[in-house]
């Protein structure tokens, strides 16, 4: 019986470790809902309209994207640093 509870409380441990670690490693996902302004394939651009406020994303290492402007998208996109300075 104390081996059973052993095992158990081993398993939920490492379950707990695994589920942490994830959670730190994986960038939080975002989600921008709006119209299609601007579509550059070559300049693996889009430029998105929410009420006004238009936002630009990359579609670098997105492939067969077919956009039109006034397409409805929503774009899930996560936040990443090129470059830190400190003042």
């Not at 695994?18 to 601007?38: I, K, M, R």
């Amino acid at each position: 019986m104390r081996k059973a509870r052993l095992i158990a409380l081993v398993v939920i441990a490492v379950a707990v470790a695994v589920a942490a670690t994830l959670s730190l490693a994986a960038p939080t996902q975002y989600q921008f809902t709006g119209s299609v302004t601007e579509f550059d394939a070559k300049g693996k651009t889009v430029k998105v309209d929410k009420g006004g406020d238009v936002w630009e994303f990359s579609t670098d290492g997105l492939k067969d994207l077919k956009l039109k402007k006034g397409d409805k998208v929503t774009v899930s996109y996560t936040m990443i640093a090129k470059k830190i300075e400190s003042k």
